[in-house]
């Protein structure tokens, strides 16, 4: 069980410190403003979607190797939370225009499952 769950937050923890690290670098590198300040420019939000989408698939990736038996149950398990964290984002950014398109939280919500999944898939064709 602890191997279980252990797979789940190692993918998690991929999924979510590679994209804050990543937010962070560019945040210092001036490509994204400061922290607390809007970006206006869609193709910023592009970018970062895309960086996104592939640490999703990296996260899926990794619960897979981890998981002691049947990956695709824990990948199915961090695609879920993935989903719920998805539309956590667009509850919050729906009226919210302070908060940048409200495109970007729905094709987070919407490419969480399948980038997971695929991610998982990965390993299993690799047997």
Do not use: K, N
């Not at 398109?101 to 919500?109: D, G, N």
Request: proline share 7%; charged share 10%; hydrophobic share 55%.
């Amino acid at each position: 069980m602890i191997r279980s769950i252990a797979a789940v937050v190692v993918g998690f923890i991929a999924v979510a410190g590679l994209s804050l690290a990543t937010d962070e670098v560019f945040h210092l590198l001036q490509v994204y403003p400061p922290w607390g300040v809007t970006m206006t420019d869609p193709r910023l939000y592009v970018l970062a979607l895309s960086y996104r989408v592939v640490y999703t698939v990296l996260g899926g990736w990794i619960t897979a190797r981890f998981a002691p038996a049947s990956p695709m149950r824990h990948v199915t398990v961090l695609a879920v939370i993935g989903l719920i964290g998805g539309a956590a984002g667009v509850a919050v950014a729906i009226g919210r225009s302070d908060l940048g398109p409200l495109w970007y939280p729905v094709a987070i919500l919407l490419t969480a499952y399948p980038c997971t999944w695929l991610g998982g898939m990965l390993p299993a064709r690799g047997r």
